[in-house]
Each structure stands twice: as structure tokens, then as C-alpha cells.
């Protein structure tokens, strides 16, 4: 179930008729995503029929906070008061509010994946009698109310709700969250009074299947198909060589959760890339022109290391936090329907290389390195609010298939890129100082295995699906003529040699801002582009350093 941030949310009539004692327990599995506006999210919320709030549990966005807090109706009304450590962004966790003696209130959060819990907030003295807990008619989840008016609402995927009569202990809350309630109304179960799979994938209700009888509604929340803690891992049959495809609007994968095991300033990071047309007509956004294939980036969005394809030039090319930008024009234009082996290095001395198909097309420098707790996505990559930290929307949507994408701590050699191009897939035995590495080979599901050994797991989102792979035998692979560079004056260029049947005329006049040198056959063209935007984006009508 996702909630959108902006007017979607979950109500349960009648909870407050559940509550015999001045106790309960409210815990459910929560995946932050981008948020629309706003600082503060609501997350749980009781108040009275007339708008007015009776207890809260929020998540403050701000990037000095990212935490949950709590309030009142009584001493924690106006301000709050925060929990200790910081929110996990962009992964499954689950949270606790914890209800005890009509005052003690606690709040437990599982580590990010796992069902293992600790205490992040106590309030010995909140104001939470059973007379006020039974005057909470209004039950929701991702809103508050202020009257009769929603605010605050959470952008987030939420899974298996529950809702006990009694205030559990952190040990009972591992235990329980560990796994899916077989059997909602059996004895073992006798405090559970709202259990919510949301598993219906459909319609505007959801199930209580506890003995609760409970009725939850739906308003602007939406069904989404994608990976929970509770799913497995598909079994990987090596038979079958899979591929992720991805829509070019909203699809990519996350692995969000990577901290990659980095010493030191080396980096290599490689993939099978397979752009697609845009089908006829289709309407591409200003962002999406410029896909991103694999993209590291901050906890708030910033860029750091990414290589994107743009769709009008056939261009891959590097950019990173300084915004500069470094690419190759392909000799072979017709660069749709055929994969592309695409990646850089970068050393210890800033000294980066962009390779296509094992051959180098660019070079830069770039002080720029993946940052720990940051994103790393493939297909996408993101912007944000550097103040809050849930403030991210993912943008530059490359359209297209990926495979084998792999993630090195160490610069790779050109004769070792130019072997992994012939293989299907990487020898992890000899894999020396290989981080992160997905064959896509699943063909099923909803999360993809890191084979690298350290278990960067990922997750396909909405607009992924999965087809064939790329071939063994490299007869969709597109390769490249000769290509020769030339260190001038104007810059770092390159010269490619096109076949005779195919000279650039076409590509090499449009708009070119620096020529090298020219001649019968082939174009000299320049990587470097003078004309970039202070916001890092370039507009439709700039020729990308051609």
C-alpha cells in the first residue's frame, strides 16, 4: 500500500471501542519515499470526531532531525518530543506506539530489513486516560486532522498493520514482527483486535482478519506490487539469463540501503545498457531525456557519481557533483535495440575513464565519491530538498534494459573490462575487490540478490518488469569503429572513424560548440560543454558537449 504525501491515507472506524484499558500497541512495516511538501508527516493519529488531536505519532523530515516525535493533547501538545536516532529513508522498518498505565508512552523501530527492535522513545508522562482514548473516534493512518481538515500527510509504503488492546514489550514486538500473523484469531492472538495484511491489492477497503471485525478505507492511497520484508528471494536458475526493464517514467531499482564496503578513492562501476525508443507519441519529460543508468547519489539527493544516456543525442555520459559532464557520441547511431557495455573508473588521483564496450571514450577528473548511508540507484536517479531528508523525488528515468551491473573498489583495467564483456556473467571467485554485483538473473518477484557476497539486496519498483537478457554470444551487442584521440588546444577530444557508408554529417552539424579537426569520413568532436545549466540539468536544445 502506498501512500502518496500529498492526500492519500488509511482510516479505521470504531478502534477507540477496542480499548478496555487505558493500553494498546499500533505497529506496522513503513518504506518512506519522496515526499511533496511539508516537514512533518504524520504516521499514526487518534483524535476526536471534532478534528481534535488526542495522540500522534509523526516523523519530523527536517535533515538536522529525520525522527519520529510525539504528541499530545496535554504537556507534549505544541512541540513534540523526538525520538533518538535517525529515520531509515528509502527502506522496509517497522515502528511501534506503545500505550501504558494512560501515560506511559513508548516508541520501538526494527533495524532497516530485520525484525530486531530497540526502545527510541519513552514519555513517562503523557496525558493518555482511558476517558480520552475512548473519545479517538478517528483513526488514521498517514493523516492528522485539524477540524475537519487532513494535513500531514505520509509518503511512504506501509504493510501489515496491527493493532493489540495491550502495550507489548520490545521481545514480544521482535517476535511478532518477525513474520506474518498465521492465524489472526487464534487464543495465542487474544489481544491482537486489527490485523491488516493489505494483501488485497485492490478495491477501497481493507481486511481486518483478527476478531476484531475493525473496517479500514482507503482515501487516494494506492495499491502497488513490490517487494515487503516478508518476501523471499526468488531461486536463481543460471539456465536463464534475465534482464530488468524499465519504463522511462517511474521505474528503477533501489538499493537504497547500500553502504558498499569502499576503502580508499578507486571505484569502478559497470553495466549492460540496452536503451529503447520512446514509443510514437509518447510524451517524454525534460528530466527524462537524460536516463540515468546507474547513479549514486546523497541522503538528500545530491549528485555524486552517475552515467546516463541521453535519448535526442545517443550519447552516454558521466556527470557527478560538480557538474561536469564527459561523453562519447556513438559512431553507431542507431544505438536503440542493442546492448552497450557500459561503466568508468575512477583512481586514487581523481583520474576517471568512460568506457563503452571495453573501449575508452572519455576522460575527467572528479573528486566526487559515493557518500555512506547515501542511494545508489540503477535506472534513476534523485533530487532533493538538501532540508529534508524524505524529500526526494526520483527523476531522469532511463528507458530501457540492464544487466549485470557491478560496483568494484578498485580501478579495473581496460584488458579486464574488455574480458568481462565476453562473459555472461562475472567470475566471483576471482572477482577481486567486487562491492556490489546484480545478474538480474531472478526472471520473477520483486527484489533482485547482490552476488558480490555482501548482500546489497535490491528492489525493482513500480515500472520494472523482467525479460530476456542480454545474449552470450553477442549478436545484439553493438560495437564501435575506430576510435582515436587527439589532445588539442580546444580541449580533450576524440575522433571517430565511421564506416563509409555511415559518415556523421547528420550528428556532427548539429550544433556542435567546439570542432577539432575534420576530415573525409570521420568527425572530430569535443567532450567538454561550456553551456551547462547552474542547476545541473541541461535544456532540450543543448547539444550535450557535440
Known amino acids: 500500500m502506498e501512500l502518496n504525501g500529498s492526500s492519500g491515507y488509511i ?10 484499558d487505558a493500553q494498546f500497541t499500533v505497529a506496522m512495516w513503513v518504506y518512506p519515499t519522496t515526499s511533496v ?41 505544541t512541540s513534540g518530543t523526538y525520538s533518538k536516532g535517525a529515520v531509515p529513508k528509502q527502506q522496509w522498518h517497522w515502528v511501534a506506539l506503545t ?16 525484525a530486531v527492535g530497540k526502545l527510541i522513545l519513552t514519555v513517562p508522562d503523557a496525558t493518555l486516560p482511558l476517558a480520552k482514548l475512548q473519545s479517538a473516534e478517528k483513526f488514521s493512518i498517514g493523516t492528522k486532522w485539524t477540524g475537519t ?7 511512504a509504503s506501509i504493510d501489515n498493520l496491527r493493532i493489540w488492546d495491550v502495550a507489548l514489550t520490545v521481545s514480544e514486538l521482535n517476535f511478532f514482527m518477525k513474520v506474518p500473523t498465521a492465524d489472526p484469531t487464534s487464543r495465542d492472538n487474544i489481544h491482537l483486535v486489527g490485523y491488516f495484511a493489505l494483501s488485497e491489492a485492490q478495491g477501497e477497503s481493507i481486511a481486518d482478519t483478527s476478531s476484531g471485525g475493525l473496517t479500514g478505507t482507503l482515501h487516494n492511497a494506492h495499491w502497488v506490487t513490490t517487494y515487503t520484508v516478508y518476501d523471499k528471494l526468488p ?30 578513492k578507486a571505484l569502478s562501476v559497470f553495466g549492460w545498457v540496452y536503451p529503447v525508443a520512446a514509443p510514437s507519441g509518447t510524451k517524454v519529460s525534460k528530466d527524462d531525456v537524460d536516463g540515468c543508468v546507474f547513479a549514486f547519489n546523497t541522503q538528500q539527493g545530491g549528485n555524486l557519481n552517475q552515467v546516463c544516456y541521453n535519448t535526442h543525442t545517443f550519447r552516454f555520459f558521466y556527470k557527478d557533483a560538480s557538474k561536469t559532464y564527459s561523453g562519447s557520441t556513438l559512431c553507431d547511431t542507431e544505438v536503440t535495440g542493442k546492448w552497450w557495455y557500459v561503466g568508468f573508473t575512477i583512481d586514487n588521483d581523481d583520474n576517471g575513464v568512460l568506457f563503452i564496450n571495453g573501449e575508452p571514450q572519455v576522460t575527467f577528473k572528479s573528486h566526487t565519491r ?8 540503477i535506472g534513476q536517479e534523485w533530487d532533493g530538498d538538501a532540508r529534508f531528508n524524505a524529500d526526494l523525488r526520483h527523476t531522469n528515468h532511463f528507458r530501457g534494459k540492464i544487466d549485470e551491473v557491478s560496483v568494484w573498489n578498485r580501478v579495473l583495467s581496460q584488458e579486464e573490462i574488455q574480458a568481462n564483456v565476453k562473459l555472461t556473467h562475472l567470475d566471483i571467485a576471482s572477482a577481486k575487490a567486487l562491492v556490489g554485483y546484480w545478474p538480474f538473473d531472478e526472471g520473477a518477484g520483486f527484489q533482485t540478490a547482490d552476488k558480490s557476497g555482501f548482500k546489497h539486496n535490491a528492489m525493482l519498483r513500480t515500472g520494472v518488469s523482467w525479460e530476456a537478457g542480454r545474449t552470450s554470444d553477442g549478436s545484439s551487442r553493438g560495437f564501435f569503429t575506430t ?27 548539429a550544433g556542435l560548440d567546439r570542432v577539432c579537426s575534420s576530415g573525409k569520413g570521420y568527425r572530430t568532436v569535443s567532450t567538454h560543454d561550456d553551456d551547462r545549466e547552474a542547476d545541473g540539468l541541461l535544456d532540450d536544445d543543448d547539444d550535450l558537449g557535440y
Do not use: Q
Request: one cysteine or more; charged letters at 25%.
Open 149 to 155: 481538515t487532513a494535513s500531514s500527510f505520509l509518503a
Open 37 to 77: 511538501s511539508g516537514k512533518d508527516s504524520a504516521v499514526i493519529s487518534l483524535a476526536t470526531a471534532g478534528g481534535v488531536n488526542v495522540c500522534e505519532l509523526a516523523l519530523d523530515k527536517w535533515a538536522m532531525r529525520n525522527r519520529y516525535f510525539f504528541k499530545d493533547g496535554g504537556k507534549y501538545a
Open 235 to 264: 531461486p536463481v536458475d543460471d539456465s536463464e539469463d534475465f534482464a530488468v526493464m524499465l519504463d522511462g517514467k517511474a521505474g528503477y531499482v533501489a538499493a537504497d540501503d547500500t553502504n558498499f564496503e569502499l576503502s580508499g
Open 99 to 114: 500505550v501504558s498505565e494512560g501515560k506511559v508512552v513508548k516508541v520501538y523501530m526494527g533495524s532497516p530489513g530485520g
Open 483 to 509: 576510435l582515436l584521440y587527439v589532445i588539442g588546444a580546444a580541449g580533450l577530444c576524440y575522433v571517430c572513424v565511421a564506416r563509409r557508408d555511415r559518415v556523421l554529417d547528420g550528428i556532427a552539424d
Open 370 to 377: 559515493p557518500a555512506k548511508n547515501g542511494h545508489f540507484s
Open 11 to 20: 482510516s479505521i472506524a470504531d478502534v477507540y471501542k477496542r480499548l478496555s
